[in-house]
């Protein structure tokens, strides 16, 4: 039972389906780790012990009456404090939603419930989910499980990703605006799902960017990831991004292996001024994928380097007006870092915003001709690995250099509209983990899953657990 918080959901459905485990007990042993580690760890920013253990009780009656719900049946998550849960608040990371009691599910909410899960809570964000560090002045940082000090731990799903790699629970849901599922996940070791806007429904999820945000999965195994976005998927009438979108069979090509395949290293601006320890495990994955019998080749991917040389207003001018009340009658209840950050928001001029918009366009139809050469494009998630809260949060400058180096290869394909799936790669020096980066091309997410399997079934670090968690 050592083990048993890190195992894979895939492994813990498997035990639960031959009698070796229950749901009950599955849950129960994560609500003792949630209160054993929690206290230290800040991943929650609500548990719902009750609310979980009814769950669990329902699903291993209905598994014992011979009603499977699918490979999620009984398997606990936790959600980031985007997502509706009604009776439950929603407050995206801030004090002034404290009062936010949702009246019925978010649309990935009910799905999940459809397909068995057990959600044990809610998980800590940045406030309105703005910003790449996972930095939260108000309820408190996230620590990285992977440090003995208190290091970043990405954002801003930060509490989904510490939830996770800490074996706090099997897996998290996330949101994508800019990197908040890739950048945590790549810094806590375990992997992140970025999806295709439209393809899955963000209905009775708190906005940050309604032009960028995608909803996303982090899990301790790609396969994981897969199961989990294949019950999140499908268009929904309360999201109009979705509509004419259908589901995709990411399970049926999970397992097919990269030969053959083209892998792309996505030369210049993604690789410019990087940690020589991020740097050196991602390029190793070359010989990886070559010796899966991939074709290894390198492309300069100037589109990178284009979409980031343009003012990134869209989020900041939709931020703000999400938020904008908030921010003009409540600015000392707001974290200043994040009021700062996304006040300048309503001051561009609405051309401004108009013509950032259109200038994607182009650049979006080029980059999706690069995937007729290439089934994926590599690059390192982060520029460099977490560091310590005490030297990111130093000051504002010193948090916004850090912020840019997190979010800047990740940013790329929102703004490019990719999808993308972050596995981890290698360890610094320092013990702490590097991820790698699977872009590919619009809707594109069996590709970047499959690929991302074969890698990380032919290498070790997905294995590998947090000390810090390992004895409790």
């Known amino acids: 039972m050592d083990d048993l918080p890190f195992l894979p959901a895939t492994t813990l459905a498997a035990r639960i389906r031959a009698g070796e485990l229950s749901p009950v007990t599955l849950c129960e042993a994560y609500l ?8 230290s760890l800040n991943a929650f920013r609500l548990i719902a012990p009750d609310r979980a253990l009814a769950a669990a009780e329902a699903a291993q009656r209905q598994l014992r009456a011979g009603i499977d719900l699918g490979p999620l049946h009984g398997i606990p998550y936790v959600t980031k404090d985007l997502f509706d849960v009604a009776g439950l608040p929603t407050t995206a990371g801030s004090r002034t939603l404290e009062g936010n009691v949702a009246a019925r599910d978010a649309t990935v909410t009910r799905r999940l419930a459809a397909a068995g899960m057990v959600l044990l809570g809610k998980t800590n964000t940045v406030e309105f989910a703005f910003g790449s560090v996972g930095v939260n002045h108000s309820h408190g940082t996230p620590r990285n499980p992977w ?3 208190h ?5 801003s799903s930060s509490g989904s990703a510490v939830a996770v790699a800490a074996g706090l629970a099997a897996l998290g849901t996330g949101t994508d605006t800019a990197c908040s599922v890739r950048t945590p996940a790549a810094l806590c070791g375990i992997v992140g799902l970025k999806t295709t806007v439209g393809r899955i429904s963000r209905h009775g999820v708190y906005p940050l960017s309604e032009s960028l945000d995608s909803v996303g999965a982090l899990a301790r195994s790609v396969a994981d990831a897969a199961h989990m976005f294949t019950a999140m998927q499908g268009a929904d009438a ?4 979705t509509h004419g979108i259908g589901g995709i069979d990411v399970l049926a090509t999970l397992h097919c292996g990269a030969r053959g395949l083209r892998v792309a290293f996505a030369e210049g601006f993604l690789f410019e001024d990087l940690d020589p320890e991020v740097e050196r495990a991602v390029r190793d994955s070359a010989g990886v994928f070559r010796d899966l019998g991939a074709h290894v080749s390198a492309v300069d991917f100037a589109e990178a380097r284009e979409v980031m040389a343009r003012p ?11 938020n904008a009340a908030r921010l003009e009658q409540q600015p000392g209840d707001l ?3 994040v009021r700062d950050r996304m006040r300048p928001g309503g001051e561009v001029r609405a051309v401004d915003y108009r013509n950032a918009l259109r200038a994607l366009l182009p650049l979006r139809e080029r980059v999706v001709r690069r995937f007729v050469n290439a089934d994926v494009l590599l690059a390192p998630t982060c520029m460099t690995p977490a560091k310590p809260l005490d030297d990111v949060d130093a000051d504002f400058d010193t948090y916004m250099k850090y912020a840019g180096s997190y979010l800047r290869n990740c940013f790329v394909g929102n703004l490019l509209n990719l999808c993308a799936v972050t596995v981890p790669c290698g360890f610094t020096s320092a013990g702490l983990p590097v991820g790698l980066m699977i872009y590919a091309a619009p809707f594109g997410e069996d ?12 290498t070790p670090w997905h294995t590998r657990h947090p000390d810090l968690c390992r004895s409790r």
Request: charged share 25%.
């Open 32 to 39: 003792k780790r949630i209160h054993a580690l929690n206290p």
């Open 147 to 149: 440090a003995k000090r």
């Open 151 to 155: 290091h970043v731990p990405g954002g």
């Open 238 to 241: 309360g999201d109009e991004t």
């Open 312 to 322: 990134s207003v869209i989020s900041q001018v939709e931020a703000y007006a999400i």
């Open 335 to 337: 974290d200043p870092v």
């Open 447 to 458: 590709k970047a899953l499959r690929i991302a399997q074969a890698f990380e079934q032919a």
